[in-house]
């Protein structure tokens, strides 16, 4: 069954570092998201995007974070310069149309340290 | 704007009794609502999703929700519990719109906890 997977599972990152976390949505896929779950709280979207440019986007996103998609298959959310609050569990999910359901990925955890 | 309430962070039930989660949703348009469930260490599984056709839901692992406009809900339920539903539920909402990749909007959770 196809889904979308994540990489890497975890990691640990020191205050101020750029981070990029990486993301195979599925393949006949035509939509992307990131989102985000801070621990103990919710899963809060944070941007999604639909023909090489985001579509939309939470007040969370701000200038340090960025998204893209370099190749036909990756996606990928770029944290400039992490911050301890940046530690959370991140989602990338994919849809094949907008307002179907979203397929998650198992998630990166992030720590800021 | 659209945003989702879930009454009760934990609900603890006996295995085999009735599961009900509650979730009530605001909207300014129609949405779409679903359910998705959180295993521990895992991503999120979409359990059920209601996008304007049947009021009344069918998803996996016998579980059911049912949209109720006046009452802006769409409650999940299960009749007989199991172990394995051990899990945090999540509901969702997304305003239907024209066009667009609109993310969704969760609820808080709700932590299920099954007792032998």
């Known amino acids: 069954e196809p889904e979308v997977t994540q990489t890497p599972s975890h990691q640990v990152t020191q205050m101020g570092q750029e981070v990029i976390l990486r993301c195979v949505p599925i393949s006949n896929h035509l939509y992307f998201y990131w989102y985000r779950q801070i621990l103990g709280q919710k899963v809060e979207f944070l941007v999604s995007f639909y023909n090489n440019e985001i579509s939309e986007k939470s007040e969370i996103f701000d200038d340090q974070f960025s998204v893209e998609r370099p190749d036909g298959s990756n996606f990928t959310l770029k944290i400039r310069s992490t911050k301890l609050e940046d530690s959370a569990m991140y989602f990338c999910a994919s849809s094949v149309e907008t307002g179907t359901e979203a397929f998650f990925g198992q998630g990166t955890r992030l720590t800021v340290v | 704007a659209q945003s989702v309430t879930q009454l009760g962070s934990h609900v603890s039930v006996s295995e085999g009794a009735l599961v009900l989660l509650r979730c009530n949703y605001s909207s300014s348009v129609p949405p779409y609502l679903f359910w998705y469930v959180q295993y521990p260490n895992q991503g999120l599984q979409l359990l059920l999703k209601y996008t304007s056709a049947a009021t009344l839901v069918k998803g996996i692992n016998g579980f059911e929700a049912e949209f109720k406009k006046s009452e802006t809900s769409f409650h999940l339920t299960k009749p007989s519990a199991h172990m394995s539903d051990a899990a945090e539920y999540f509901c969702?909402?997304?305003?239907?719109?024209?066009?667009?990749?609109?993310?969704?909007?969760f609820g808080k959770g709700t932590h299920l906890i099954i007792q032998p």
């Open positions: 969702a909402v997304r305003a239907i719109s024209g066009g667009g990749a609109d993310g969704l909007t």
